[in-house]
Nanobody
Framework: VQLQASGGGLVQAGGSLRLSCTAS????????MGWFRQAPGKEREFVAA????????YYADSLKGRFTISRDDAKNTVYLLMDSLKPEDTAVYYC??????????????WGQGTLVTVSS
């Protein structure tokens, strides 16, 4: 499974961005998909995850209400819509495929990451 993340960039505080992650696999609909992020000097942290069916979503408590994860199985793509962005959201964002978990090590496949920079 290869994952390609995109959509990062520079945005002002209060703005929005939508990240995309496209998978090169026939059975995309079988995979739980997650987003993680890693800020400079910090450990990788869980952002959100969506079940294989798309019926269930999970978010880091601190991000609920601002971030929305979704998937389009016809496009083999998972999205992360980020609203009301804050400077502390600045990080490299990674998509991952694997079992439902908030623990990065549990995921089997990772994208290359896309940088999000939020200016104040």
């Amino acid at each position: 499974v290869q994952l390609q993340a995109s959509g990062g960039g520079l945005v002002q505080a209060g703005g929005s961005l939508r990240l995309s992650c496209t998978a090169s696999v026939r059975t995309f609909s079988n995979y739980v998909m997650g987003w993680f992020r890693q800020a400079p000097g910090k450990e990788r942290e869980f952002v959100a995850a969506i079940s294989a069916s798309g019926d269930s979503t999970y978010y880091a408590d601190s991000l609920k209400g601002r971030f929305t994860i979704s998937r389009d199985d016809a496009k083999n793509t998972v999205y992360l819509l980020m609203d009301s962005l804050k400077p502390e959201d600045t990080a490299v964002y990674y998509c991952a495929a694997g079992p439902m978990s908030v623990v990065a090590d549990r995921y089997d496949y990772w994208g290359q990451g896309t940088l999000v920079t939020v200016s104040s």
